[in-house]
Nanobody, 123 residues
């Protein structure tokens, strides 16, 4: 059983930057594709970024390409999401996710989820 704990959420102004971290425990980190999803009020949870087991492949949803960067440190069992040029529509609860399959399967859903961290972008 993999446990995921996010940190780094908060309040930021439009155009600002924020970094999220997700620490994993209870499993073999390197075996999991990792990703970030978000859920805004009244909307479904959506995939926004993913990274393969060794970090060679990344994937992003169109709305965050060029603004968000996902990375992982397998020595620290941690995945990161760096966000810049934040917009009000980025306001959501951000969830860390892990999949035992390849990255392409993570886009459709995950095997493990974190509890979520709130990101609020104010104008």
């Amino acid at each position: 059983q993999v446990q995921l704990v996010e940190s780094g959420g908060g309040l930021v102004q439009v155009g600002g930057s924020l970094s999220l971290s997700c620490a994993a425990s209870g499993g073999t980190f390197i075996r999991h594709a990792m990703g970030w999803f978000r859920q805004a009020p009244g909307k479904e949870r959506e995939f926004i970024a993913g990274i393969s087991q060794f970090g060679r492949t990344t994937d992003y949803t169109g709305s965050v390409k060029g603004r968000f960067t996902i990375s992982r440190d397998n020595a620290k069992n941690t995945v990161y999401l760096q966000m810049k040029n934040l917009k009000p529509e980025d306001t959501a609860v951000y969830y860390c996710a892990a999949s035992t399959g390849p990255l392409r399967t993570l886009v459709s859903g995950a095997d493990y989820w974190g509890q979520g961290t709130q990101v609020t972008v104010s104008s």
